[in-house]
T-cell receptor, first 119, second 110 residues
Framework: EVQLLESGGGLIQPGGSLRLSCAASGFTFGSYAMSWVRQSPGKGLEWVSSISGSGDQRFYTDSVKGRFTIFRDNSKTTLYLQMNSLKAEDTAVYHCAKGWVYGALFDYWGQGTLITVSS | QSALTQPPSASGSPGQSVTISCTATSGDFLVYNYVSWYQQHPGKAPKLMISEVNKRPSGVPDRFSGSKSGNTASLTVSGLQAEDEADYFC??????????FGGGTKLTVL
């Protein structure tokens, strides 16, 4: 059974940094692309970033380029999202998802971790 | 700016059929056959229900079907059941490594 468990969320002040983790199990982690998708009441679902199985390809939505970095540790079957220079508009539940931006197919999702950016 | 537009709500009685639309306002979204539909119950993770316009992943009941015509994709739920009550989101690949999601439709089973 595929399981994706996010952690690392919380309340952070604007301009701050946070690192999210997603522990994966139930599939051959290093063979699959992984993504982050965020969900907020005002903006719905928004694709944030994707990384290839080997980690050599990474893509980001325009609003987070230069601020967020996606990376993975295949030996630990864990996906990460380093978020810097956080803004209020980054407030959302961040879901880890198994899948790749090309084709926009995300076949398994975690329940998500809430990030609140506020002073 | 491109968007995928869904009706905010839809409803039907048990046993009936309901169709949820997803319309691309501009750009290359829905040009490709990379349209997916996700079901989300409150407080739960989204679940993939349809991929590549009309493909059902293993375990998804055949009551769920997808289609596309022009710039509009649709999800049809036949034989509505109480457990189908949830939010449904469409998504589409728009080329140049870009993904859009629809705003979501809350399906109510009356």
């Amino acid at each position: 059974e595929v399981q994706l468990l996010e952690s690392g969320g919380g309340l952070i002040q604007p301009g701050g940094s946070l690192r999210l983790s997603c522990a994966a199990s139930g599939f051959t982690f290093g063979s699959y692309a992984m993504s982050w998708v965020r969900q907020s009441p005002g903006k719905g679902l928004e694709w944030v970033s994707s990384i290839s199985g080997s980690g050599d390809q990474r893509f980001y939505t325009d609003s987070v380029k230069g601020r967020f970095t996606i990376f993975r540790d295949n030996s630990k079957t864990t996906l990460y999202l380093q978020m810097n220079s956080l803004k209020a508009e980054d407030t959302a539940v961040y879901h880890c998802a198994k899948g790749w931006v090309y084709g926009a197919l995300f076949d398994y999702w975690g329940q998500g971790t809430l990030i609140t950016v506020s002073s | 700016q491109s968007a995928l537009t869904q009706p905010p709500s839809a409803s039907g009685s048990p046993g009936q059929s309901v169709t949820i639309s997803c319309t691309a306002t501009s750009g290359d979204f829905l040009v490709y056959n990379y349209v997916s539909w996700y079901q989300q119950h409150p407080g739960k993770a989204p679940k993939l229900m349809i991929s590549e316009v009309n493909k059902r992943p293993s375990g998804v009941p055949d009551r769920f079907s997808g289609s596309k015509s022009g710039n509009t994709a649709s999800l049809t739920v036949s034989g509505l059941q109480a457990e189908d009550e949830a939010d449904y989101f469409c998504s589409s690949y728009g080329g140049v490594y870009n993904v859009l999601f629809g705003g979501g439709t809350k399906l109510t089973v009356l």
